[in-house]
């Protein structure tokens, strides 16, 4: 009940990448694979978190959230 981890996962940085993870986990595997791969310095690991991070908050907003707006429609349209 009195535990720090519901404390530091409500820390809004924390929270928005766990809002974001699915898609950020599907985006940093091409970029790891191409950006990373290809470039193993400082600079390649921040170009391949940076566009993951990218991307990944994008297609959060433009498929995941729009998915789940149009999930709950069918689903409460399924009940009336």
Known sequence: PNSITPKVLRVKPLFWIG?????????QQPFTLVLFKNNKTFEGVAMTILMSFICGTIAFFL?????????????YAKKE
Do not use: D
């Not at 498929?63 to 689903?75: Q, Y």
């Open 19 to 27: 809002q974001i993870y699915f898609s950020l986990y599907l985006w």
């Open 63 to 75: 498929i995941e959230r729009s998915g789940l707006k149009l999930s709950n429609k069918v689903k």
